[in-house]
């Protein structure tokens, strides 16, 4: 296994798809050895990528609200790693932004991942990331975070925080009214016993 600084720097050197970015390569993550709690994100937005900071946007204000967290504690490297499927912007699309570049997590996922040892919980945004983290469960978005208890309290899919989901929301009020108390309880408790 590489070392963590190494392999860090790695992946912030990355230029393995620079010809297919618009905005050029700029990967966006947050990690330490000692994060206990996942974000296992798709790919980052344009505001993201101008700033350098992970979930630095509307999706990430609800996302942190989600939660029950503040930006500090959300930027604590040492609470939480930030890793998406892909680093960087990969440009939009008809409907938004592009599906994050294949090249990326084949790339570092694996390696990053083996850095955290001390993962208690994986947060799981969206269907890209739910693809990689639920390879067995052929669902939809919507039905794998409805099988949410199947996997709790390690893993917990969720839909995408985007404003582009407020429809979602709306149809699902379940998932506020089920899922966010028990996530933000146990955020709270693994941020607690550090």
Known sequence: MKPFTSLLAEVRACRICEADLPLGP??????HPNARILIA????????HNTGMPFN???GN??????????EQFYDSQQFAII????????????GDLPPRPECAPAWRKQLLEHLPDLELTIVLGK?????????A????????????????????LPHPSPRNNIWLRRNPWFEAEVLPLLQQRVTEILASK
């Open 26 to 31: 700029r990967p966006v993550l947050q990690l």
């Open 41 to 48: 994100g798709q790919a980052p937005g344009v505001k993201v």
């Open 57 to 59: 946007d509307p999706s």
């Open 62 to 71: 609800r996302l942190r609200e989600w939660m029950g967290v503040s930006r």
């Open 84 to 95: 998406p499927m892909g680093f960087c912007y990969p440009g939009t699309g008809k409907s």
């Open 128 to 136: 890209y990331a739910q693809s990689y983290h639920f390879p067995t």
């Open 138 to 157: 052929k669902l939809s978005v919507t039905d794998l975070v409805k099988s949410w208890q199947n996997y709790w309290p390690e893993l917990l899919p």
